[in-house]
């Protein structure tokens, strides 16, 4: 995990480089005078891409593995490690956050008034600084030595298995279907997974059959199994994403419509009132992880204090309130344009900006409980060989989250103009109807969260039961975590 770890952050560290000679030599960056840019030529457009995908190279095999790595380091076998794993999300999240405040604040300003090659060069040293640490750290990491073969073979396998054998009738006791010895486990240092009756349509690819080959083993077939319980999961947690990407989206554009002075002197720019959203998760983290989860630990009996998909149900319902309240801000912000007769999209509206502070703090709390939950139940519910997989889901939800939000963005627009009509969401916010669209995004929150309670309710966590949790003590069942079911009953 190191060695891959390392190649990855080269790649980022590369492509930082290269996006630093596209913004300061001048052979690769358009030509200004006066404040008016030429346009780019092919090459430097080139270059620039080029830049950012070796940057999104890199980003795509580091940010699904380092939290991992980061968890891996706690034993699940020692009960004080494993009560520090418990708030590990947490605090790697804030640390996150917490560099991302340093971007929207600082980098912002830096890049928009001392220049782009200094604002990319800061975070470049802070990279190349976070390699070397990573080097001397290295040697006392502790690495998950992964024993299975061709897990994605098998997971694959095990559908077209099943599919092949989808005639045959799958037997009532489970001993007849394909399996190897526990001492096999115990002697490689596998994972047995114990068979469990959901998605049954499944076990038909652990059948033995006549053929001459060789069916999957039950265990196999379990962890297909937990992927495809989890897959259930991530499905309903693509709305929630596609709610968080109006932080960088429409909420910028319904900034800039606004009064952004601050004093007679200082504009605040649109953009950085995301800041808000980081700065209330961080005060928001410290509040959860020493307050919250000690007072409902000693109601649950939990040592997490609620479970995770409670958790990841709270946040929704919060995020369900910040856009409502986003929409009541847009119902206030069109009946001043009405009062004060605003058409142009230049105009600005005489309202402050800091009406917008609520739905940003609101999302910010909410990350508390939906953001560092999904990382945290990803990683925990995965099979214990591919908890990396686990964080591919989270970052894979955030990433298709985007894309359904530019989805859904362009399709409102062309349906919303058909014959004439007023957009939505149209060039001049002014004269558009945000308030509607962001009505339409409670709408189809508040059916996804339907949907996301039912499935929540079907789901059976991986065996990791506690069975007495008093005096800051966690006492689990002595059982391999990969032991019982990860699906959800169908």
Not at 266 to 274: D, E, K, R, V
């Amino acid at each position: 995990m190191s060695r891959f770890y390392e190649i990855r952050i080269m790649f980022c560290l590369q492509g930082m480089i290269l996006l630093i000679m596209a913004v300061t030599v001048k052979s690769l960056r358009p030509t200004c005078a006066n404040g008016v840019c030429n346009k780019a030529s092919s090459l430097q457009i080139a270059f620039f891409y080029m830049s950012l995908y070796t940057i999104a190279i890199g980003a795509g095999g580091t940010k699904p593995n380092i939290s991992t790595f980061g968890a891996d380091q706690f034993d699940n076998y020692s009960l004080k490690e494993k009560k520090q794993k418990v708030s590990f999300f947490n605090w790697w999240m804030f640390s996150s956050f917490l560099g991302a405040l340093f971007a929207t604040l600082g980098l912002v300003y830096i890049q928009e008034n001392l220049g782009w090659g200094l604002g990319y060069g800061i975070p470049t040293l802070g990279l190349l600084v976070s390699l070397m640490v990573f080097y001397i750290g290295t040697p006392f990491y502790r690495h998950k030595v992964i024993k299975s073969e061709n897990l994605a073979k098998d997971l694959v396998r095990v559908p077209i298995a099943a599919f092949k054998n989808r005639k045959l009738h799958c037997p009532n006791d489970v001993l007849e279907l394909h399996e190897l010895d526990s001492h096999y486990y115990k002697s490689t240092g596998t994972h047995q997974v114990h068979h469990t009756p959901i998605f049954r349509f499944l076990d038909k690819a652990a059948i033995k059959t006549c053929s001459g080959e060789v069916p999957c083993t039950v265990t196999k077939v379990e962890v297909a199994k937990r992927v495809l319980g989890l897959t259930f999961i991530w499905l309903v947690t693509l709305i929630p994403s596609t709610l968080w990407a109006q932080v960088n989206t429409l909420f910028v554009k319904q900034g800039t419509t606004l009064d952004r002075k601050l004093g007679s002197h200082f504009q605040i720019p649109a953009a950085s009132l995301g800041s808000f959203v980081t700065l209330s998760m961080l005060l928001s983290v410290p509040m959860y992880d020493q307050y919250f989860v000690p007072f409902m630990r000693k109601k649950t009996g939990n040592p997490r204090g609620i479970t995770i998909l409670q958790r990841l149900g709270i946040g929704f319902v919060i995020q369900i309130v910040a856009i409502a309240v986003a929409s009541a801000v847009e119902v206030k912000r069109m009946r001043v344009i009405k009062e004060f007769h605003i058409a142009s999209p230049k105009q600005v509206v005489p309202m402050s900006i800091f009406w917008l502070l609520p739905q940003y703090s609101l999302l910010g709390i909410g990350d508390v409980f939906n953001a560092i939950g999904l990382l945290e139940f990803f990683y925990d519910q995965s099979p214990e060989e591919m908890q990396s997989l686990g964080t591919t889901f989270f970052t894979s939800g955030i990433g298709l989250g985007n894309f359904l939000n530019s989805f859904l963005v362009t399709m409102v627009d062309k349906i919303t103009t058909k014959g004439g009509g007023k957009s939505w969401i149209g060039d001049n916010l002014n004269d558009s109807r945000l308030d509607y669209y962001y009505g339409f995004l409670v709408v189809i929150s508040v059916v996804n969260m339907g949907l996301f309670l039912w499935t929540a309710s079907k789901y059976v966590y991986k065996s990791d039961e506690i069975k007495d949790f008093s005096g800051g003590c966690v006492e689990m069942e002595a059982k391999a975590l990969d032991t019982s079911p990860l699906t959800i009953q169908l």
